[in-house]
């Protein structure tokens, strides 16, 4: 099986277990309270754009003069988390699947003539957790030995969106999914390797 075969059949299937876990989780996996600690609002700034802005930030001042990729590196740090954002969004506008609170845990889709070009209240993927992940993934390529830091804190981001009940997993998985896609063609096409000092 090739790797792209094997990789799709695997993301297939996540999304599937996923679906399958919905309507559990919004009734079980609950804890609507979680960002009234400083725990849950770690979890949730991790999908805030603004906080990669200032550790792109941060990368770069430490590293230039030292590390030659210094600024391509600070800029996929930040351009990362922006691409996914805004791929969130675009795919938001083509799902169209509302909040879990709209019909209790149950699917709803907001009508395209609706609002049609407003995410608000659109929850497919999530945007938190796609920028989250969207970081979490360009971190593991930029720092690789601690890549499990990184995804795990875009993972509780992930979670903390569902214990708030304000995604489905799906919505979580996706979104993770999805940075990883936007990630590796980053990556790919403008990572430090591709491109001579």
């Known amino acids: 099986m090739r ?4 990789t799709l059949l695997l993301c297939t299937i996540a999304v599937a ?5 919905d309507g ?3 009734d079980h996996v609950v804890f609507r309270e979680i960002y ?3 725990g849950g609002r770690l979890l949730r700034v991790m999908g805030f754009l603004p906080t990669w802005g200032v550790a792109a930030l941060a990368l770069y001042l430490h590293e230039r003069g ?6 391509r590196r600070a800029l996929l740090l930040v351009g990362s988390p922006i691409v996914a954002g805004i791929v969130a969004e675009l795919l938001k506008l083509t799902f169209r699947r509302e909040r879990p609170a709209v019909l209790e845990g149950a699917y709803s889709w907001r009508p395209l ?4 070009f407003s995410t608000s209240g659109l929850a497919l993927p999530s945007s938190h957790t796609m920028v989250a992940f969207g970081a979490a993934w360009m971190l593991s390529c930029l720092f690789p030995r601690a890549r499990w830091v990184w995804i ?3 993972a509780g981001c992930g979670l903390s969106r569902v ?3 304000a995604h489905f997993v799906s919505d979580v998985v996706v979104a993770a999914l999805a940075a990883f896609a936007t990630t590796t063609w980053l990556w790919r096409r403008y990572g430090p390797t591709s491109a001579a000092p």
């Open 3 to 6: 790797p792209t075969t094997k």
């Open 17 to 21: 277990a996923a679906i399958a876990l």
């Open 24 to 26: 559990w989780a919004y």
């Open 36 to 38: 009234d600690d400083d």
């Open 66 to 71: 030292v590390q030659p990729t210094a600024r």
């Open 113 to 116: 003539t609706e609002r049609t």
């Open 152 to 154: 795990t804190l875009a």
């Open 163 to 165: 214990l708030a009940q």
